[in-house]
């Protein structure tokens, strides 16, 4: 199996691109993250490891990783996107606390399985979907019923 550089190499060597060593620090970054991130994530990540990348080079790279096929943006927040990095991983969807932020994963073959009936059924050829389910985490509404009983007595 091709390692992340390898495939990130391939790709910015057929757009005429050289890996930098800001590049690849930034890849390197993104892909020692296990949970999402953002570009201010990264970039404090980043510079905690003493690494000299600006922003500006975050900006222009986070595109190229997409592109590349190795990180896609999973969700907007606050109109920030966040990221992940896809390579080696299975697809899966979000679920996503409004109150807290928190993030759930979850896969459900049932809903894979009624994506492809749709498609078929209106001839269309999937490449690529996007669930995100916007809402609020059982600690976040149980918190909320206490503070209206407690508002009540």
Not at 45 to 58: F, N, Y
Not at 87 to 108: Q, S, T
Not at 121 to 130: A, D, I, L, Q, Y
């Amino acid at each position: 199996m091709k390692t992340e550089q390898d495939i990130f190499l391939a790709y910015l060597k057929s757009r005429g691109l050289n890996l930098t060593a800001e590049r690849s620090k930034i890849l390197q970054t993104v892909f020692s993250f296990h949970r999402h991130f953002d570009l201010d994530d990264l970039y404090d990540e980043i510079r905690r490891h003493k690494a000299r990348v600006s922003r500006a080079t975050i900006y222009r790279t986070i595109p190229l990783l997409m592109e590349s096929g190795l990180i896609r943006e999973v969700f907007r927040c606050m109109d920030r996107p966040h990221y992940e990095h896809i390579y080696g991983h299975d697809h899966h969807d979000h679920m996503i606390c409004l109150g807290c932020g928190k993030v759930l994963e979850f896969k459900d073959e049932r809903i894979e399985k009624l994506q492809n009936e749709v498609c078929a059924e209106f001839g269309f050829e999937s490449v690529e979907h996007r669930l995100g389910i916007r809402g609020y985490c059982r600690e976040c509404r149980e918190g909320q019923v206490k503070r209206r009983g407690a508002a009540g007595t």
